[in-house]
């Protein structure tokens, strides 16, 4: 059974850079396509960064473009997302998730197994 454990959230200030980290337990997920959501109280789950299992296809939204970072260590069975520049409204839960498919995707519906999620709040 694939399990993800996400780390590296906390509180920053504007400006400041925090990297998660989404590890897996699992022996297939080096295979499987990898997302990063957030979802701030009262908001949607949104999509932030993906990658497919070769770590060259990337997606980002718009609004992290340039300033987010989603790289695959291998060896680590580990996803990170590098987070530059960091905007009070960055503030949210974020969760990965994998695709057994390999999918990139923006949809939620597409991953098959999720973390529990890392708290990231940014002050002004």
């Known amino acids: 059974q694939e399990q993800l454990v996400e780390s590296g959230g906390g509180l920053v200030q504007a400006g400041d850079s925090l990297r998660l980290s989404c590890a897996a337990s699992g022996e297939y997920f080096n295979r499987h396509a990898v997302g990063w959501f957030r979802q701030a109280p009262g908001k949607e789950r949104e999509s932030v960064a993906a990658t497919d299992r070769s770590g060259i296809s990337t997606y980002y939204a718009n609004s992290v473009q340039g300033r987010f970072t989603i790289s695959r260590d291998y060896a680590k069975n580990t996803v990170y997302l590098q987070m530059n520049d960091l905007k009070p409204e960055d503030s949210a839960a974020y969760s990965c998730?994998?695709?057994?498919?390999?999918?990139?995707?923006?949809?939620?519906?597409?991953?098959?197994?999720w973390g529990q999620g890392t708290q990231v709040t940014v002050s002004s």
């Open positions: 998730a994998a695709a057994y498919s390999n999918v990139l995707s923006t949809q939620s519906s597409d991953y098959d197994y």
